[in-house]
């Protein structure tokens, strides 16, 4: 099946500090990207939608930025965490769906843990 | 401490017996739904979906039932393993307006020897 990877799975930041975690799509195309936030004991949360060559759209509540998008190719979309605090810290997940495929299953990544300190 | 609400649901089934997970969606305009199972420290998985024109459809050993007149949908797990430990989470798309999965609560699967 589709793989979406994630990097890095886990980072550790000091507080103020700017973190950039990226997910790839490796054996398929993806026009649109999606991030989620997932804290602990929680569902997952829709951040935002990334989409290739134009600007991310953000879920309500979402501070846009804070939490910068940018989809520069079919393959590679990347959430930068400006700023990070303590609170900022969760697990980032993106997902990802095959443009060329008619399901419209989406393919999600292994996850980043991200603590600030 | 932590509230009640930030605590899933736990549900507790012995080895070998059928399992099923309900959850309620929000949106009456949802026409399709996805069960995910997600395993500690990992992203969520695939396991079946449903579409709006259907109220039932099987997988391996799952089946997922839905009922739009109160928005209910159910998973069964068939001959329950200890691999299906995981938190399940229900998800809803309304697939001719945009790709956005919006994920339920979730319930946590704990098998019992």
């Known amino acids: 099946g589709a793989v979406v990877s994630q990097h890095p799975s886990w980072v550790i930041c000091k507080s103020g500090t700017s973190v950039k975690i990226e997910c790839r799509s490796l054996d398929f195309q993806a026009t649109t990207m999606f991030w989620y936030r997932q804290f602990p004991k929680q569902s997952l949360m829709l951040m935002a939608t990334?989409?290739?060559?134009?600007?991310?759209?953000?879920e309500q509540g979402v501070e846009k930025d804070k939490f910068l998008i940018n989809h520069a190719s079919l393959t590679l979309s990347t959430l930068t965490v400006t700023s990070a605090h303590p609170e900022d810290s969760s697990f980032y997940i993106c997902s990802a769906r095959d443009r060329l495929s008619p399901s419209y299953e989406q393919y999600f990544g292994p996850g980043t843990r991200l603590t600030v300190t | 401490g932590e509230s009640v609400g930030l605590h899933l649901p736990t549900l507790s089934v012995q080895e070998g017996d059928n399992s099923i997970i309900n959850c309620a969606y929000s949106?009456?305009?949802?026409?399709?739904f996805i069960w995910y199972k997600q395993e500690s420290g990992k992203g969520p998985q695939f396991i079946i979906d449903?579409?709006?024109?259907?109220d039932k459809r099987q997988g391996q050993r799952v089946t997922v039932l839905l009922n739009k007149t109160v928005k209910h949908l159910s998973l069964q797990i068939a001959a329950t393993q200890p691999g299906d430990s995981a938190v399940y989470f229900c998800?809803?798309?309304?697939?001719?307006?945009?790709?956005?999965?919006?994920f339920g609560k979730g319930t946590r699967l704990h098998i019992l020897p």
């Open positions: 949106n009456s305009a949802s026409d399709y």
């Open positions: 998800a809803e798309n309304i697939e001719s307006r945009d790709d956005k999965i919006i």
């Open positions: 449903i579409r709006s024109n259907m």
């Open positions: 990334s989409n290739e060559g134009s600007k991310a759209t953000y």
